[in-house]
């Protein structure tokens, strides 16, 4: 079966492609932030934007070489997104115990159209704040 592309140059869900998403690499450096605790700063971002239910937020995504890995604690929590695959989460690690939590997923299992994903961390943007040099 063919799949029905309906906007160029964008990855469309094979069962429903009016959920799709598409990728960007803006030539801009781009920080990830809580506080005074710098997580990730990037000149190899990608920015995905992603149709499905409604239009979302354009998300940041940090290449996981460019994020401070030590800050963050892997949690058990684990989603499924049918356009981008399975997802594990982290929550912040501050001083003795104490966690910022959700504050950041990663695709570790894309599907094959998404694997695009694989490698790259994302940020909760009600948690850390991301901006770019242009901001």
Not at 14 to 38: C, K, L, N, W
Not at 42 to 66: H, K, M, R, W
Request: aromatic share 12%.
């Amino acid at each position: 079966m063919q799949q029905i592309t309906l906007v160029k140059n964008a990855i469309h869900r094979p069962d429903e492609p009016r959920h799709f998403m598409q990728f960007a690499y803006p030539d801009t450096t781009f920080t990830a932030s809580v506080g005074r605790i710098e997580l990730a700063r990037t000149t190899n971002a990608l920015v995905l934007s992603e149709v499905g239910y409604s239009i979302y937020e354009p998300v940041v995504y940090f290449p996981c070489t460019d994020v401070h890995t030590e800050q963050l604690e892997k949690i058990e929590k684990t989603t499924f997104c049918p356009l981008k695959g399975d997802t594990e989460y982290f929550n912040l690690r501050v001083g003795a115990g104490n966690h910022d939590k959700e504050i950041a997923w990663r695709y570790d299992r894309p599907l094959s159209f998404a694997q695009t994903l694989l490698n790259y961390i994302g940020f909760d943007k009600n948690k850390v704040h991301v901006e770019n040099s242009r901001s």
